[in-house]
C-alpha cells in the first residue's frame, strides 16, 4: 500500500494543500498530528510530496499505488490494533515513560538525544564510525541499536536509533541504560 500525502500543512485537523514538501525537509512537517492516523497501521507507507511530485508519482508508479485490495487479515489486525490502543492506554503511557526514562538518563550523560515523543529515539553521535563502533559495541552486549548514517541522515549526524516498546519492562530499560553507559561511557 503506498498511500500519497498531497503538500500541504495540517490546520484544524485537515490537510491544506498548499505548502511545499519543504514543511518535511526543514524538520517542520507535523508528524504529531500525523501520526496517530498511523498508529494502527500494519502495512505499508506514505509519500510527503509537491502536487507536482504526487501527479508523477499517480501517473509513473501505478504499479506501487493501484495494486491488490489488503488481504482480510491485514483489517483483522488493524481492527485489534485500535481496539488495544482504547482498550490498554497504559501501553501509550509506558511508552512515554520509557522515553523519560532515557531522556534522563542521555542529559546526566550529555548526550544529545533528539527530541521526540515518539518511540524511535536518535542519540546523536555525529561521526559515522563512533555510530557503527558504539552499535557494535552495543550488539556484543546483547542489546541491538543499529547506527544510521548517511544518506539515510544528513552527513556529520550519524546516529543509534533506540526503539522503544511497551513490551520493554522496568528491568529492560536499566539493562539498556546500562549498555549505553557502557558502550558510550
Known amino acids: 500500500m503506498l498511500g500519497v500525502y498531497l503538500s500541504g500543512r495540517l490546520s484544524g485537523g485537515h490537510i491544506n494543500p498548499a505548502v511545499t514538501v519543504a514543511l518535511a525537509a526543514r524538520g517542520d512537517f507535523p508528524w504529531a498530528r500525523v501520526a496517530p492516523y498511523c498508529l ?50 497504559w501501553r501509550r503511557e509506558r511508552i512515554q515513560q520509557h522515553i523519560v526514562t532515557l531522556a534522563a538518563f542521555m542529559q546526566d550523560k550529555s548526550l544529545h ?21 558504539y552499535s557494535m559495541a552495543l550488539r556484543e ?16 549526524t550519524a546516529r ?7 513490551g520493554h519492562t522496568e528491568d529492560d530499560i536499566k539493562a539498556l541504560l546500562a549498555a549505553l553507559d557502557q558502550a558510550i561511557g
Open 141 to 156: 552486549q546483547g542489546v541491538w541499536i543499529p547506527a544510521i548514517r548517511p544518506p539515510t541522515v544528513p552527513a556529520g
Open 40 to 89: 494502527a497501521q500494519v502495512a505499508g507507507a506514505f509519500v510527503a510530496g509537491s502536487r507536482a511530485l504526487v501527479q508523477w508519482l499517480v501517473n509513473s508508479a501505478r504499479t506501487y499505488i493501484f495494486t491488490t485490495a489488503h488481504p482480510p487479515a491485514q483489517a483483522a489486525a488493524v481492527m485489534a490494533s485500535l481496539q488495544l490502543m482504547r482498550d490498554e492506554p
Open 160 to 166: 543509534l536509533r533506540v526503539s522503544l516498546t511497551a
Open 113 to 133: 538525544l533528539r527530541s521526540s515523543r515518539s518511540p524511535i529515539q536518535a542519540i546523536i553521535i555525529g561521526s559515522n564510525e563512533a555510530a557503527v563502533s
